[in-house]
């Protein structure tokens, strides 16, 4: 797809000292499995990118993340991230199993349109948008509101 780095190319850029990390969005586990089991070097910082697997990824050994939903539910967010670097599976899974329905629903329509209107039902920023882009489709508006409310945003 597009411009997936292959993992023996990553390989071989974390080995470039200017080069610290890597956000992986690739959005299986197995690419995180791969890429940790590479060895790369210690200073080379792996973070998640994708939403609905990045719980997993931490626990694997990616050393944090870079979120969507992060902007609509810091708090929870934040609880998982920490739970999941210090190794603690069970809190971890817990808090992401509130999370998941909002890791779906903030793609329901191309980013940042969901977030934005996610925001704006929580009083975080004003309705207004800007082209090019458009409004969420109003056929959005229960499913990514019901994903919100597990995981604390409304």
Not at 92 to 99: S, T
Not at 121 to 146: S, W, Y
């Amino acid at each position: 797809t597009g411009c997936d780095l292959q993992p023996a190319t990553v390989k071989r850029l974390s080995e470039v000292p200017r080069i610290a990390g890597l956000k992986e969005a690739h959005g299986t586990i197995a690419r995180i499995k791969e890429l940790l089991a590479l060895g790369l070097p210690k200073a080379f910082t792996l973070l998640s990118g994708d939403d609905a697997t990045a719980c997993e990824s931490i626990l694997l050994g990616c050393k944090g993340d870079i979120w969507v939903t992060a902007n609509v539910a810091p708090r929870l967010m934040h609880q998982m991230c920490k739970a999941a670097l210090a190794g603690d599976r069970k809190l971890a899974m817990e808090l992401d199993a509130r999370l998941q329905g909002l890791h779906k629903q903030l793609f329901v329509e191309p980013n940042p349109i969901p977030v934005k209107w996610a925001l704006s039902q929580m009083k975080r920023i004003g309705n207004g948008i800007r082209l090019p882009l458009v409004p969420l489709d109003a056929a959005h508006f229960e499913t990514v509101r019901g994903a919100m409310r597990p995981a604390g945003a409304l």
